[in-house]
Structure formats: C-alpha cells, structure tokens
Nanobody, 115 residues
Framework: VQLAESGGGLVQPGGSLRLSCAVSRTILSFKETGWHREAPGKWRELVASITDDGTTEYGDSVKGRFTISRDIAKNILYLQMNDLSPEDTAVYYC??????????WGQGIQVTVSS
C-alpha cells in the first residue's frame, strides 16, 4: 500500500492549506484513514480520521478549523486546514488502517505556519 501526501508548505498565520493523500488501494478497503502530525519534540498525534462508514473524529486542537474528507472514486483523502496558527507547524502523515489491524503510513509532508 502506498500513501502519497501533497499540498504542504509555508503559510502565514490565519491562512489555509489543503493536504491530499493519494491511496494506492480502494480507500473503502480500509477500516479507517486519517491524518496525524508530529511537531519537533512532541509525540505524533491524531489530527483527524474517517472510518469506512464515514464517521469522523478530530483532535481537540483542530476541531472547528480542520475538515477531513475523501474522494472515494479517486481514492484520495483530504485535510482542509483553516485558520492556521504556528502551533499547527508539524510534519503531517497520512495513515490507513487495514482490516483486521495494523497501519500504513505515508512518508509525511511539512506544514509550516509562520509570518
């Protein structure tokens, strides 16, 4: 399974970015797909996830600002990030959890929020 992230970069505080993750397999074949992030000196944390039946979950720090979505026909997972702050600076990873267990990771993409 290959997960390829794109859309990261440098953005000013208050700005927006949309991350994409191209999945090499039918996205609905995974019980859950999502985004995680890892900032320097911090543990990797959940940003947002979506189950095969469409149930979403968000980390507390991004609720109301980030939205996870997917294009099932194209097998692409998205993360729309609005009202970004420097605290959102991190490497963002796409993840896909196959049945019955396990996790595949993308290589990660840098998001930097700075003026």
């Amino acid at each position: 399974v290959q997960l390829a992230e794109s859309g990261g970069g440098l953005v000013q505080p208050g700005g927006s970015l949309r991350l994409s993750c191209a999945v090499s397999r039918t996205i609905l074949s995974f019980k859950e797909t999502g985004w995680h992030r890892e900032a320097p000196g911090k543990w990797r944390e959940l940003v947002a996830s979506i189950t095969d039946d469409g149930t979403t979950e968000y980390g507390d720090s991004v609720k109301g600002r980030f939205t996870i979505s997917r294009d099932i026909a194209k097998n692409i997972l998205y993360l729309q990030m609005n009202d970004l702050s420097p605290e959102d600076t991190a490497v963002y990873y796409c993840a896909a959890d196959p049945f019955p267990r396990g996790r595949h990771w993308g290589q990660g993409i840098q998001v930097t929020v700075s003026s």
